[in-house]
């Protein structure tokens, strides 16, 4: 299948995907139970024509499809209607706090790619009692839930060392990254542990295989064995991984956020969910959905660059 004919397949998909979620997510925010005009009054009590006006003016008493469908219009047109909760437009909202959450997962991200591949690359090679160590400690940091480790990371290195600050964002770039150190970290340790098993496990089905032993008998170096019979040949299983990782980091970040107090996306629909207010949590789940498809897509793209067997087309991903 030639790229261009799987990209325009690929995207007809994602757009098909996308718009059953936006039904699924709509239709999940209508049935939830509780009433947005009354997380508005804030327990005041309010005559009837006034909760009429409430809902008219959010357009709360139309039916279902009407809603539905004129907020799929609005979406296509770059509009995600106004927040119930902050009476503003959802737009503006995203775009303030999503820069610290995209800057606190790609710091996660670094995190997992380098420590996750240098962890399973060690301990497939080296073996022993480092490979023991390892194997453990990934199974621990597997074990160990993000709102968990935020919780230990806060109290030992925030609270009782001093090291870094409790929580917030700080002014400017050089503090906002100090602070959202320890979160990257506590966001970060399951999926490290996660992809330095994975790793581990690819490399050490490479290394058992027929072509490396042809490899070594010929006298290749064991570095460029290593290097291009076996970690090369692994980083396809790893790689499958990826639109799994980033999704489960885009995720976790409503934990960590809240934990750390960062106003960032992940925080914005934990309180959205709250208060039922249902642009703004719509907006965020349709913004995940689209950045899974995505990382998805991509990965769909250069896994072929890393396997020269896989043709376009001939694999599904499994993130």
């Not at 670094?110 to 480092?130: K, S, T």
């Given at each position: 299948?030639?790229?261009?004919?799987?990209?325009?397949?690929?995207?007809?998909?994602?757009?098909a995907?996308?718009?059953?979620a936006?039904?699924?997510?709509?239709?999940?925010?209508?049935?939830?139970p509780?009433?947005?005009?009354s997380?508005?009054?804030?327990?005041?009590?309010?005559?009837?024509?006034?909760?009429?006006e409430?809902?008219?003016q959010?357009?709360?008493?139309d039916p279902?499809?009407?809603?539905?469908?004129?907020?799929?219009?609005?979406?296509?047109?770059?509009?995600?209607?106004?927040?119930?909760?902050?009476?503003t437009?959802?737009?503006?909202?995203?775009a303030?706090?999503?820069?610290s959450?995209?800057?606190?997962?790609?710091m996660?991200?670094?995190?997992?790619?380098?420590?996750g591949?240098?962890?399973?690359?060690?301990?497939?090679?080296?073996?022993?009692?480092?490979?023991?160590?390892?194997?453990?400690?990934?199974?621990?940091?597997?074990?160990?839930?993000?709102?968990?480790?935020a919780?230990?990371?806060?109290?030992?290195?925030?609270?009782?060392?001093?090291?870094?600050?409790?929580?917030?964002?700080?002014?400017?770039?050089?503090?906002?990254?100090?602070?959202?150190?320890?979160?990257?970290v506590?966001?970060?340790?399951y999926?490290?542990?996660?992809?330095?098993?994975v790793?581990?496990?690819?490399?050490?089905?490479q290394?058992?295989?027929?072509?490396?032993?042809?490899a070594?008998?010929?006298g290749?170096?064991?570095?460029?064995v290593?290097?291009?019979?076996?970690?090369?040949n692994?980083?396809?299983?790893v790689?499958?991984?990826?639109?799994?990782?980033?999704s489960?980091?885009?995720?976790?970040?409503?934990?960590?956020?809240?934990?750390?107090s960062?106003g960032?996306i992940?925080?914005?629909?934990?309180?959205?969910?709250?208060?039922?207010?249902?642009?703004?949590?719509?907006?965020?789940?349709?913004?995940?959905v689209g950045?899974?498809?995505?990382?998805?897509?991509?990965?769909?793209?250069?896994?072929?660059l890393?396997d020269?067997?896989v043709?376009?087309?001939?694999?599904?991903?499994?993130?």
């Amino acid at each position: 299948m030639s790229f261009a004919r799987f990209a325009v397949r690929r995207l007809l998909e994602m757009a098909a995907t996308l718009l059953g979620a936006s039904f699924v997510i709509f239709g999940a925010m209508y049935l939830a139970p509780g009433d947005p005009a009354s997380f508005l009054l804030s327990g005041r009590s309010a005559s009837p024509a006034a909760l009429a006006e409430i809902n008219h003016q959010y357009h709360l008493d139309d039916p279902f499809f009407v809603r539905y469908f004129r907020w799929l219009g609005q979406v296509l047109q770059g509009d995600f209607g106004r927040s119930i909760e902050y009476r503003t437009d959802v737009s503006r909202l995203l775009a303030d706090r999503l820069p610290s959450t995209l800057l606190l997962v790609v710091m996660a991200l670094v995190l997992v790619v380098v420590a996750g591949l240098a962890l399973g690359w060690i301990g497939a090679v080296r073996g022993g009692a480092i490979d023991s160590t390892i194997l453990i400690s990934t199974t621990v940091a597997v074990g160990t839930p993000s709102f968990v480790a935020a919780i230990l990371l806060q109290g030992l290195f925030s609270v009782r060392l001093g090291w870094f600050p409790t929580g917030g964002t700080g002014h400017g770039f050089g503090d906002l990254l100090w602070h959202l150190t320890l979160p990257a970290v506590a966001l970060a340790l399951y999926l490290i542990g996660m992809l330095a098993r994975v790793t581990r496990a690819a490399m050490l089905e490479q290394l058992g295989s027929e072509h490396v032993a042809v490899a070594r008998s010929r006298g290749v170096p064991q570095r460029q064995v290593i290097w291009r019979h076996v970690f090369r040949n692994a980083l396809g299983t790893v790689l499958t991984t990826g639109g799994l990782i980033i999704s489960t980091l885009i995720i976790c970040t409503v934990l960590v956020e809240s934990a750390f107090s960062i106003g960032g996306i992940g925080q914005l629909l934990e309180l959205a969910t709250t208060t039922k207010d249902f642009p703004t949590v719509q907006a965020i789940s349709l913004l995940i959905v689209g950045l899974f498809m995505t990382v998805n897509l991509v990965v769909d793209l250069i896994f072929p660059l890393v396997d020269p067997t896989v043709t376009l087309g001939a694999r599904r991903s499994t993130a």
